[in-house]
C-alpha cells in the first residue's frame, strides 16, 4: 500500500502528492513547517507545535487556511490511513503558487500539506555512546534579521552548519550566535550539566523556542533538577560534567565529545541518562 499525503484536504499516493514548481514555498522557502512525532498513536504535545505553526505563520504574515482544529484533524487522519502509531509527522504551509518575483501578494492558495512518516534521525548506539559535535564557523542567524524563533522552509543556515559538521566527521554541529556565545544545533536545542543543574541558552540568544527543549524543563523540574536559561560560551560546555540535545526527531540524544574535547567522563552521564528515561515513561507510556 502506498503511503499517502495530506494536501489541502485530500490524500494522494506518494508518488502523486505534488505542488507547483510555482510555489513560493519552492522558489523562495517562503512557508513555515513543524516535525511532530506519535507515539502509541498519540500526537505528542500537538497543541504547542500547532502554536509555534501559527506563531510562524503570523510573523511572516501568512493565513493558514484551516482552523487549528481542522488541522489536528487532518493529522489524525493521514495518521490513520498510513496505520502509523509510532512516526513522525511534517506539517507544512507554503505559501502558495504565484507569479515569478517575491511578491507574496501576486500568490494565492497556500498549501497544507502533512507528510507522516518513520524517522531515525541517529542509530540506537549513539544514544548509548553518545555524539560528538564541532563547533562550525557558520553563525545562526542574527535574531534582527531573520528571528531563529520563526521555524521557516528557509533553513539554509542550519543547512550550511550541517555540511560543515558533517564535512569534520560530526553527525551534529554547534552553532554561535553574533556574540559569540552557544546557541543550538542544526536541528536541536544544546543543554549542559553542571553541579547538578542543567544550564541552556536563553532563547534571547536567537534560538528556536525547542517544544523538547520545554518538555526536558519541564521534566527537569518533576526530578527537582534546576535549570538556568543563561548564556553559554563554548568553554561552559568544555567544562561541563554531561551535555545533552534535545528536539523531537533526536528526542534527547548524550553528547560526549566537543571540539575534541572530551565531556566529562567521556560516555553519557546520570543526569542525561535518568532525563532520557523520564522522557520515554513521558513518550511511551504516558
Ligand atoms: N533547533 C532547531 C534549529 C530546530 O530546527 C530544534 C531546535 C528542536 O525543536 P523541537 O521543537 O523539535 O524540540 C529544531 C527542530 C528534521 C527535524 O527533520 C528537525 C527538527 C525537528 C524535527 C525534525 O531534521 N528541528
Keep these: 500500500m502506498a503511503l499517502k499525503v495530506y494536501i489541502n484536504g485530500q490524500l494522494y499516493d506518494k508518488q502523486d ?45 501568512l493565513e493558514i ?53 518513520h524517522i531515525a534521525l541517529y542509530p540506537r548506539e549513539l544514544y548509548e555512546r553518545g ?3 564541532v563547533t562550525v564557523a557558520t553563525l545562526r542567524n542574527h535574531p534582527a534579521a531573520l528571528s531563529p524563533r520563526i521555524k521557516s522552509l528557509n533553513y539554509l543556515n542550519n543547512i550550511l552548519a550541517k555540511l560543515e559538521g558533517l564535512q569534520a566527521g560530526c553527525s551534529e554541529a554547534l552553532m554561535l550566535n553574533f556574540k559569540g556565545e552557544v546557541a543550538e544545533c ?22 528556536l523556542a525547542g517544544i523538547t ?3 526536558v524543563i519541564e521534566l527537569a523540574a518533576e526530578a527537582g ?16 560534567e554531561e551535555c545533552f540535545l534535545t528536539g523531537t526527531a533526536a528526542e534527547i540524544i548524550p553528547v560526549v565529545k566537543v571540539d575534541q574535547r572530551t565531556i566529562g567522563s567521556g560516555s553519557p552521564g546520570p543526569v542525561t ?4 528515561e523520564r522522557f520515554h515513561q513521558l513518550t511511551r507510556s504516558g
Design 17 to 61: 502528492a505534488k505542488i507547483s514548481v510555482y510555489d513560493h514555498g519552492l522558489l523562495y522557502g517562503d512557508g513555515v513547517f513543524e516535525g511532530i512525532r506519535s507515539y502509541g498513536g498519540r500526537v505528542f504535545r500537538l497543541e504547542q507545535h500547532l502554536e509555534r505553526l501559527w506563531e510562524s505563520a503570523r510573523a511572516i504574515r
Design 225 to 240: 533538577i534546576s535549570v538556568h536559561e543563561v548564556p553559554l560560551l563554548r568553554h561552559d560546555v568544555y567544562v561541563a
Design 65 to 117: 487556511p484551516l482552523t487549528r482544529q481542522a488541522v489536528s484533524e487532518a493529522i489524525y487522519q493521514t495518521l490513520r490511513a498510513n496505520q502509523i502509531e509510532d512516526g513522525y509527522i511534517r506539517l507544512v504551509v507554503t505559501r502558495g503558487a504565484g507569479t515569478l518575483g517575491l511578491d507574496p501578494n501576486r500568490t494565492s492558495d497556500p498549501q497544507v500539506i502533512i507528510i507522516t512518516d
Design 186 to 207: 542544526t536541528g536541536d536545542n544544546i543543554f549542559l550539566v553542571r553541579g547538578g543543574a542543567l544550564y541552556t541558552p536563553p532563547l534571547d540568544a536567537g534560538i
Design 131 to 133: 555524539l560528538e559535535l
Design 273 to 276: 541518562r535518568s532525563l532520557m
Design 213 to 215: 527543549r520545554g518538555v
